[in-house]
């Protein structure tokens, strides 16, 4: 079955970290784009960022630039999402998705809850 | 305030026909595909339609979707109350160099 399976995400203090994780299982993510779409409670979605097959491209939305960084371990067959030094407008249901033709695979989302 | 601009909410009773715009700028629907999602309540999104027009596979022919210059528009056709759900179109802008969603139509079938 071809899916992704976030993980990693908590109850996080304000300026806190985390690093959320995707396996992917049923395809191989070297072949694809990957990208990152956070929804916060209540809200619509928010793409977050994304990284080319290798690696070398990689893209931000303006709020998390500086912030967060998207990784890749294909080996793994693996996405990754650092996040740091996070707000309360992080507070956010995180989704790992395929881009194949707009977001094809997409999982069941790691929620982050920034709170003091 | 999102990049793509939807209608907040859409409702029609069971059996009718409803459309979805969704507005955007020649830096994003202007060139690029659309896609149109749907998230059922406490769920993660599926896409619907990809590349303008295409359904995904599994996807009935109830559901239909165009293009035209900067906007698009998703159409759903002999509504089923299991249609109730939350429509989202996205794409990507080469200005922002980033994805970008609409902010998404709620569907009510009365």
């Known amino acids: 079955e071809v899916q992704v399976v976030e993980s990693g995400g908590g109850l996080v203090q304000p300026g806190g970290s985390l690093r959320l994780s995707c396996a992917a299982s049923?395809?191989?993510?070297?072949?694809?784009?990957m990208s990152w779409v956070r929804q916060a409670p209540g809200k619509g979605l928010e793409w977050v960022a994304n990284?080319?097959?290798?690696?070398?491209?990689?893209y931000y939305v303006d709020s998390v630039k500086g912030r967060f960084t998207i990784s890749r371990d294909n080996a793994k067959n693996s996405l990754y999402l650092q996040v740091a030094s996070l707000r309360d407008e992080d507070t956010a249901m995180y989704y790992c998705?395929?881009?194949?033709?707009?977001?094809?695979?997409w999982g069941q989302g790691t929620m982050v809850s920034v709170s003091s | 305030q999102s990049v793509l601009t939807q209608p907040p909410s859409v409702s029609a009773t069971p059996g009718q026909k409803v459309t979805i715009s969704c507005s955007g700028s020649?830096?994003?629907?202007?060139?690029?595909?659309v896609f149109w999602y749907q998230q059922l309540p406490g769920t993660a999104p599926k896409r619907l339609i990809y590349d303008n027009d295409k359904r995904s596979s599994g996807i009935p022919d109830r559901f239909s979707a165009s293009k035209s210059g900067t906007s698009a528009t998703l159409g759903i056709t002999g509504l089923q109350t299991g249609d109730e759900a939350d429509y989202y179109c996205g794409t990507w802008d080469n200005s922002l160099s980033a994805g970008v969603f609409g902010g998404g139509t709620k569907l009510t079938v009365l």
């Open positions: 049923g395809f191989s993510i070297s072949r694809h784009w």
């Open positions: 990284v080319k097959q290798d690696g070398s491209d990689k």
């Open positions: 998705a395929r881009e194949n033709d707009g977001f094809d695979i």
């Open positions: 020649s830096s994003n629907i202007g060139r690029n595909y």
